[in-house]
């Protein structure tokens, strides 16, 4: 999972293009999911030190839970 801190949305779009572009290349974004700071990106594998020369300040979780649904959450 990639905690993304922003609601820009072109910022989230270089940020998936940054992953799709990482080994091994192609798609990798299964899921985004809104939170009350930003986006979780759910993904496949990828060469995260690859992408951390990009964003070395995003934080990408690897065994961490994400919330999915909860009503009213990002009111």
Not at 4 to 9: E, F, R, S
Not at 25 to 47: M, Q, S, Y
Not at 52 to 57: A, V, W
Request: hydrophobic share 35%; net charge negative; aromatic share 8%.
């Amino acid at each position: 999972m990639i905690d993304i801190d922003t609601k820009d949305i072109q910022e989230l779009h270089n940020i998936q293009v940054a992953i799709n572009q990482c080994r091994p290349e192609g798609p990798k974004t299964k899921f985004v999911i809104p939170t009350k700071n930003g986006f979780h990106l759910i993904t496949d594998r990828f060469d995260v030190m690859q992408f951390k020369t990009s964003y070395p300040e995003i934080d990408i979780q690897k065994k961490n839970p994400t919330l999915l649904y909860l009503p009213n959450s990002l009111e």
